[in-house]
């Protein structure tokens, strides 16, 4: 178990790290595109595409990250009023729920689109739009790891163990 726990702490500690960089990218090529736009009168077609893209995967990132804390929005009025082990079983459902769904929309459809647009060039950038879409797989891929640690802690009673830390 104890295992886990530290792959789950290292998989937090690279998302959360990835995000804080990713946000203050974002903060700096907005504040470039602020300049350029009202200061120097030309504006950056390639820092709206940049900030764009950067929001798109840090949100994606993030909403793995917050999986994996089972920080997620939820309507809890089912099983707050189920005992202990109906809310087990409710939270074994519902990771799987995410998982299966992760697992065919985010993964391989993630990955399907991503083959699709290797093609295309992003506008101002040029990079392929497939190379965009990676954050969809690979953010797929980390929900469905939390899923699974998610579950293997409902299981062994260490959910509420996890939630506390």
Not at 31 to 51: A, D, G, H, M, N
Not at 87 to 101: A, N, P, R, W, Y
Request: hydrophobic letters at 55%.
């Amino acid at each position: 178990m104890e295992a886990l726990h530290k792959i789950r702490k290292g998989i937090d500690v690279a998302l959360s790290s990835a995000c804080a960089v990713i946000f203050a990218a974002m903060v700096v090529i907005g504040t470039y595109q602020i300049v350029t736009r009202f200061i120097f009168k030309s504006p950056s077609t390639v820092s709206e595409e940049l900030l764009t893209y950067s929001f798109t995967w840090m949100a994606l990132l993030a909403s793995a990250y917050v999986f994996g804390k089972r920080d997620h929005m939820r309507m809890g009025f089912m099983a707050d009023k189920a005992g202990p082990a109906g809310q087990k079983v409710l939270g074994i459902i519902s990771e799987v729920l995410i998982l299966v769904l992760a697992g065919s929309v985010m993964i391989y459809g993630g990955v399907t689109i991503m083959d699709l647009t290797m093609t295309q060039s992003t506008a101002s950038l040029g990079i392929p739009m497939g190379v965009v879409y990676t954050i969809i797989p690979i953010s797929g891929v980390l929900i469905v790891v939390y899923a699974l640690l998610n579950i293997i802690d409902l299981v062994t009673g260490q959910a509420a163990a996890s939630n506390a830390e």
